[in-house]
């Protein structure tokens, strides 16, 4: 079993910045790629980036050239840099691993942009 706990959700201005984190515990060697989802209010879940357990890392077209994602693997953590906050960006950010059997999920960390 996997763990994940998000941390470093808040209220920023839009044009700001916050870094996300996402600290993994338990049988941390079994996972392979690492996600950062998100949920605004009445739509649905969609992912934002991805890094695998090679570095190798992938954006939404809406996040590219303003979000960052990155892991430690010393720290057990992932991270996500998010800069130039815009009000569409405001949701529940979900962090995500998988393994070759399972897929886990943290509890979520609320972003809120005001414009």
């Known amino acids: 079993q996997v763990q994940l706990v998000e941390s470093g959700g808040g209220l920023v201005q839009a044009g700001g910045s916050l870094r996300l984190s996402c600290a993994a515990s338990?049988?941390?060697?079994?996972?392979?790629?690492m996600r950062w989802y998100r949920q605004a209010p009445g739509k649905q879940r969609e992912l934002v980036a991805v890094?695998?357990?090679?570095?190798?890392?992938n954006y939404a077209d809406s996040v590219k050239g303003r979000f960052t994602i990155s892991r430690d693997n010393a720290k057990n953590t992932m991270y996500l840099q998010m800069n130039s906050l815009k009000p569409d960006d405001t949701a529940v950010y979900y962090c995500?691993?998988?393994?070759?059997?399972?897929?886990?999920w943290g509890q979520g960390t609320q972003v809120t942009v005001s414009s």
């Open positions: 338990g049988s941390i060697f079994s996972i392979n790629a």
């Open positions: 890094i695998t357990s090679g570095g190798s890392t």
């Open positions: 995500n691993a998988n393994s070759p059997l399972l897929t886990y």
